[in-house]
């Protein structure tokens, strides 16, 4: 079965960077597109960008060009993103979910990015 | 970017009731559109795509419909288990935006 396994919970200092990552199983990692999006707790959804593993192209929502940087690792099937210059508004859950290929067929269980000195 | 506005904000109904949740985009998204639920604690799920698709093991009482700029999510015979935020998200144009979403909570 398709899944989207996110790594555990970070806890960053201002000014740092955290590298999130994602590993997909039950399907062709280079065939569909991950897509990443930002949550504050109880706040609504923001669509952050995606990565898409058979080419390893991107594309970033203005927002978060320059904050957000997505790599993939087709030999792991793992999608990564690179979250720098941290400031506390950067302090979210985040999601990364399978594209099929523009709605989100599935997601991973989310990680939680505390920002704080 | 295209803004979704969601409404209501918030929703409470009783068991067994039929409630409908409103999606208006700011252009026409030719029915480029997305529902999710998310419980409590969890990531969303993916309900309708396409505006009236239903996804794979999502329970037919969910129903989409709509088109142009103007879409909505309809939940049939209400139930306990539909407790939960629901956003809309269009796909039409980058970036993607997501409604401000609807809590559901039962009376």
């Known amino acids: 079965q398709v899944q989207l396994q996110q790594s555990g919970a970070e806890l960053a200092k201002p000014g740092t960077s955290v590298k999130l990552s994602c590993k997909a199983s039950g399907y062709t990692f280079t065939s569909y597109y991950i897509y990443w999006v930002k949550q504050r707790p109880g706040q609504g959804l923001e669509w952050i960008g995606y990565?898409?593993?058979?080419?390893?192209?991107?594309y970033y929502s203005e927002k978060f060009k320059g904050k957000a940087t997505f790599t993939a690792d087709t030999s792991s099937s793992t999608a990564y993103m690179l979250l720098g210059s941290l400031t506390p508004e950067d302090s979210a859950y985040y999601f990364c979910a399978r594209g099929s290929p523009d709605y989100f067929d599935y997601w991973g269980q989310g990680v939680m990015v505390t920002v704080s000195s | 970017d295209i803004q979704m506005t969601q409404s209501p904000a918030s929703l409470s109904a009783s068991l067994g009731e039929t409630v409908t949740i409103e999606c208006r985009a700011s252009?026409?998204?030719?029915?480029?559109l997305a529902w999710y639920q998310q419980k409590p604690g969890n990531s969303p799920q993916l309900l309708i795509y396409?505006?009236?698709s239903l996804a794979d093991g999502v329970p037919s009482r969910f129903s989409g419909s709509g088109s142009g700029t103007q879409y909505s999510l309809k939940i049939n015979s209400l139930q306990s288990e539909d407790v939960a935020s629901y956003f809309c998200?269009?796909?039409?144009?980058?970036?993607?935006?997501f409604g401000s979403g609807t809590k559901l909570e039962i009376k």
């Open positions: 990565i898409y593993p058979g080419n390893g192209g991107t």
């Open positions: 252009e026409d998204i030719y029915s480029n």
């Open positions: 396409d505006a009236n």
């Open positions: 998200q269009q796909y039409n144009n980058y970036p993607f935006t």
